[in-house]
Protein backbone atom coordinates (compact mmCIF):
# COMPACT_ATOMS: atom_id res chain seq x y z
CA UNK A 1 0.00 0.00 0.00
CA UNK A 2 0.77 3.62 -0.11
CA UNK A 3 3.53 4.44 2.30
CA UNK A 4 5.77 7.34 3.04
CA UNK A 5 9.57 7.22 3.87
CA UNK A 6 10.34 10.29 6.87
CA UNK A 7 14.00 10.13 7.68
CA UNK A 8 16.27 10.74 9.83
CA UNK A 9 14.18 8.67 12.16
CA UNK A 10 15.73 10.86 15.43
CA UNK A 11 17.75 13.89 15.58
CA UNK A 12 19.52 15.16 18.85
CA UNK A 13 21.15 18.51 18.15
CA UNK A 14 22.21 21.43 19.51
CA UNK A 15 20.43 24.25 20.89
CA UNK A 16 20.20 27.15 17.99
CA UNK A 17 21.04 24.50 15.19
CA UNK A 18 19.05 23.92 11.98
CA UNK A 19 16.86 21.26 11.65
CA UNK A 20 16.15 19.45 8.27
CA UNK A 21 13.75 16.50 7.91
CA UNK A 22 11.76 15.12 4.54
CA UNK A 23 9.62 12.87 3.45
CA UNK A 24 9.78 10.93 0.10
CA UNK A 25 6.77 8.64 -1.55
CA UNK A 26 6.70 6.42 -4.48
CA UNK A 27 3.28 7.52 -5.50
CA UNK A 28 1.72 11.40 -6.24
CA UNK A 29 0.50 12.99 -2.91
CA UNK A 30 -2.15 15.87 -3.45
CA UNK A 31 -1.30 17.26 -0.10
CA UNK A 32 1.57 17.42 2.18
CA UNK A 33 0.82 18.38 6.06
CA UNK A 34 3.58 18.25 9.11
CA UNK A 35 2.18 17.74 12.24
CA UNK A 36 3.96 17.87 15.65
CA UNK A 37 3.39 15.23 18.45
CA UNK A 38 4.26 15.84 22.35
CA UNK A 39 3.59 13.08 24.94
CA UNK A 40 0.36 12.19 25.65
CA UNK A 41 -0.93 14.90 22.75
CA UNK A 42 -2.91 14.80 19.64
CA UNK A 43 -0.92 16.12 16.46
CA UNK A 44 -0.57 19.45 15.93
CA UNK A 45 -0.92 20.94 12.38
CA UNK A 46 2.59 23.26 11.51
CA UNK A 47 2.10 23.69 7.83
CA UNK A 48 0.01 22.49 4.78
CA UNK A 49 1.14 22.58 1.71
CA UNK A 50 -1.39 22.39 -1.54
CA UNK A 51 0.65 22.92 -4.83
CA UNK A 52 3.57 21.09 -6.15
CA UNK A 53 6.72 23.45 -5.51
CA UNK A 54 4.82 25.55 -2.98
CA UNK A 55 7.12 26.65 -0.15
CA UNK A 56 5.51 27.97 2.88
CA UNK A 57 6.87 29.24 6.49
CA UNK A 58 5.32 29.46 10.01
CA UNK A 59 7.38 31.26 12.09
CA UNK A 60 11.33 29.88 12.68
CA UNK A 61 9.68 26.31 10.44
CA UNK A 62 9.47 26.06 6.71
CA UNK A 63 8.24 23.47 4.45
CA UNK A 64 8.40 22.84 1.08
CA UNK A 65 5.84 20.54 -1.55
CA UNK A 66 8.13 18.70 -3.94
CA UNK A 67 8.35 19.53 -7.68
CA UNK A 68 7.01 16.11 -8.24
CA UNK A 69 4.54 15.95 -5.66
CA UNK A 70 6.67 12.82 -4.41
CA UNK A 71 8.40 14.41 -1.32
CA UNK A 72 8.50 17.44 1.21
CA UNK A 73 10.90 18.55 3.72
CA UNK A 74 10.46 20.23 6.81
CA UNK A 75 13.31 22.18 8.04
CA UNK A 76 13.54 24.43 11.77
CA UNK A 77 15.86 27.07 12.32
CA UNK A 78 17.99 28.27 15.71
CA UNK A 79 15.98 25.37 17.35
CA UNK A 80 15.22 25.75 20.68
CA UNK A 81 14.48 23.28 23.92
CA UNK A 82 10.83 23.62 23.26
CA UNK A 83 10.83 21.81 19.64
CA UNK A 84 11.30 18.96 21.34
CA UNK A 85 9.15 16.58 20.00
CA UNK A 86 7.70 13.90 17.20
CA UNK A 87 7.53 15.12 13.97
CA UNK A 88 5.43 13.70 11.64
CA UNK A 89 4.92 14.16 7.55
CA UNK A 90 1.25 13.06 5.95
CA UNK A 91 -0.32 13.48 2.62
CA UNK A 92 -3.24 12.74 0.60
CA UNK A 93 -2.75 10.86 -2.07
CA UNK A 94 -4.00 11.13 -5.55
CA UNK A 95 -8.27 10.12 -5.22
CA UNK A 96 -11.11 12.59 -3.90
CA UNK A 97 -10.93 10.82 -0.19
CA UNK A 98 -9.90 13.00 3.18
CA UNK A 99 -7.31 9.57 3.89
CA UNK A 100 -4.11 10.46 5.36
CA UNK A 101 -1.22 8.54 4.79
CA UNK A 102 1.14 9.56 7.86
CA UNK A 103 5.22 9.27 7.95
CA UNK A 104 6.96 7.11 10.43
CA UNK A 105 7.96 9.82 12.88
CA UNK A 106 11.38 12.26 13.54
CA UNK A 107 12.08 12.35 17.03
CA UNK A 108 14.16 15.57 18.16
CA UNK A 109 15.76 16.13 21.08
CA UNK A 110 17.21 19.62 21.63
CA UNK A 111 19.99 19.70 24.02
CA UNK A 112 20.44 23.31 25.93
CA UNK B 1 -6.35 23.66 22.02
CA UNK B 2 -7.57 22.22 18.42
CA UNK B 3 -11.50 22.47 19.07
CA UNK B 4 -11.88 18.73 18.55
CA UNK B 5 -12.78 17.21 21.58
CA UNK B 6 -12.11 13.30 22.78
CA UNK B 7 -13.69 11.30 25.74
CA UNK B 8 -12.75 9.65 27.54
CA UNK B 9 -9.12 11.01 27.52
CA UNK B 10 -8.10 7.24 29.12
CA UNK B 11 -10.08 3.76 29.24
CA UNK B 12 -8.80 0.42 30.85
CA UNK B 13 -10.53 -2.87 29.99
CA UNK B 14 -10.45 -6.80 29.55
CA UNK B 15 -10.17 -8.60 26.58
CA UNK B 16 -13.45 -9.33 25.22
CA UNK B 17 -15.16 -6.36 26.24
CA UNK B 18 -16.75 -3.64 23.95
CA UNK B 19 -16.13 0.55 24.37
CA UNK B 20 -17.61 3.07 22.72
CA UNK B 21 -15.26 6.43 22.27
CA UNK B 22 -16.65 9.58 20.98
CA UNK B 23 -15.34 12.82 19.33
CA UNK B 24 -16.83 16.28 18.63
CA UNK B 25 -15.53 18.08 15.93
CA UNK B 26 -14.79 21.55 15.79
CA UNK B 27 -16.79 23.33 15.20
CA UNK B 28 -18.07 24.44 11.39
CA UNK B 29 -16.42 21.26 10.69
CA UNK B 30 -18.45 18.60 8.90
CA UNK B 31 -16.24 15.55 8.00
CA UNK B 32 -14.94 13.31 10.71
CA UNK B 33 -12.05 10.70 10.77
CA UNK B 34 -10.68 7.97 13.17
CA UNK B 35 -6.56 7.46 13.48
CA UNK B 36 -5.20 4.62 15.07
CA UNK B 37 -1.44 4.95 16.54
CA UNK B 38 0.49 2.35 17.80
CA UNK B 39 4.19 1.80 18.81
CA UNK B 40 4.68 -0.56 15.83
CA UNK B 41 2.06 0.91 13.30
CA UNK B 42 2.55 4.61 13.77
CA UNK B 43 -0.37 6.64 12.36
CA UNK B 44 -3.20 4.59 10.45
CA UNK B 45 -6.20 6.12 8.94
CA UNK B 46 -9.39 3.71 9.93
CA UNK B 47 -12.56 5.36 8.57
CA UNK B 48 -13.69 8.78 7.42
CA UNK B 49 -17.28 10.45 8.03
CA UNK B 50 -18.58 13.23 5.87
CA UNK B 51 -22.00 14.83 7.20
CA UNK B 52 -23.17 12.00 8.48
CA UNK B 53 -21.97 8.93 5.85
CA UNK B 54 -19.37 7.64 5.42
CA UNK B 55 -16.92 8.43 3.08
CA UNK B 56 -13.33 6.34 2.95
CA UNK B 57 -12.56 3.55 4.81
CA UNK B 58 -9.20 2.46 5.91
CA UNK B 59 -7.91 -0.91 7.69
CA UNK B 60 -10.46 -1.27 10.00
CA UNK B 61 -11.58 -4.01 11.62
CA UNK B 62 -14.54 -5.68 11.50
CA UNK B 63 -14.69 -5.57 15.23
CA UNK B 64 -14.98 -1.93 14.95
CA UNK B 65 -17.53 0.12 13.52
CA UNK B 66 -18.35 4.11 13.47
CA UNK B 67 -20.83 6.40 12.85
CA UNK B 68 -21.40 9.93 12.70
CA UNK B 69 -24.40 11.72 14.15
CA UNK B 70 -27.11 14.38 12.85
CA UNK B 71 -25.02 16.98 15.21
CA UNK B 72 -22.27 16.08 13.62
CA UNK B 73 -20.47 14.35 16.62
CA UNK B 74 -18.86 10.66 16.04
CA UNK B 75 -18.55 7.50 17.94
CA UNK B 76 -16.16 4.60 17.26
CA UNK B 77 -17.15 1.44 18.69
CA UNK B 78 -14.73 -1.57 19.55
CA UNK B 79 -15.76 -4.38 19.85
CA UNK B 80 -14.56 -8.16 21.19
CA UNK B 81 -11.01 -6.44 22.13
CA UNK B 82 -8.18 -8.10 22.31
CA UNK B 83 -4.79 -7.23 23.72
CA UNK B 84 -3.72 -5.97 20.24
CA UNK B 85 -6.35 -3.54 20.19
CA UNK B 86 -4.39 -1.18 22.93
CA UNK B 87 -3.52 2.13 21.61
CA UNK B 88 -3.75 5.46 21.20
CA UNK B 89 -7.20 6.36 19.33
CA UNK B 90 -7.51 10.07 17.78
CA UNK B 91 -10.26 11.72 16.08
CA UNK B 92 -9.61 14.97 13.37
CA UNK B 93 -12.05 16.90 11.83
CA UNK B 94 -11.62 19.16 8.97
CA UNK B 95 -14.67 21.48 6.53
CA UNK B 96 -13.73 18.51 3.56
CA UNK B 97 -12.52 20.34 1.02
CA UNK B 98 -11.50 17.35 -1.30
CA UNK B 99 -7.78 17.24 -1.72
CA UNK B 100 -6.71 20.20 -0.48
CA UNK B 101 -8.41 19.12 3.10
CA UNK B 102 -6.59 19.87 6.29
CA UNK B 103 -7.50 18.01 9.43
CA UNK B 104 -7.54 18.63 13.08
CA UNK B 105 -6.60 16.35 15.84
CA UNK B 106 -8.38 16.04 18.91
CA UNK B 107 -6.47 14.72 22.17
CA UNK B 108 -7.03 11.13 21.95
CA UNK B 109 -8.29 8.54 23.74
CA UNK B 110 -5.77 6.12 25.10
CA UNK B 111 -7.00 2.24 25.34
CA UNK B 112 -5.46 -0.34 27.24
CA UNK B 113 -6.67 -3.80 26.94
CA UNK B 114 -5.65 -5.93 29.70
Known amino acids: GQQLNQSPQSMFIQEGEDVSMNCTSSSIFNTWLWYKQEPGEGPVLLIA?????ELTSNGRLTAQFGITRKDSFLNISASIPSDVGIYFCAGHPSGNTGKLIFGQGTTLQVKP | DSGVTQTPKHLITATGQRVTLRCSPRSGDLSVYWYQQSLDQGLQFLIQYYNGEERAKGNILERFSAQQFPDLHSELNLSSLELGDSALYFC?????????????FGPGTRLTVL
Open chain 2, 92 to 104: ASSVWTGATDTQY
Open chain 1, 49 to 53: LYKAG
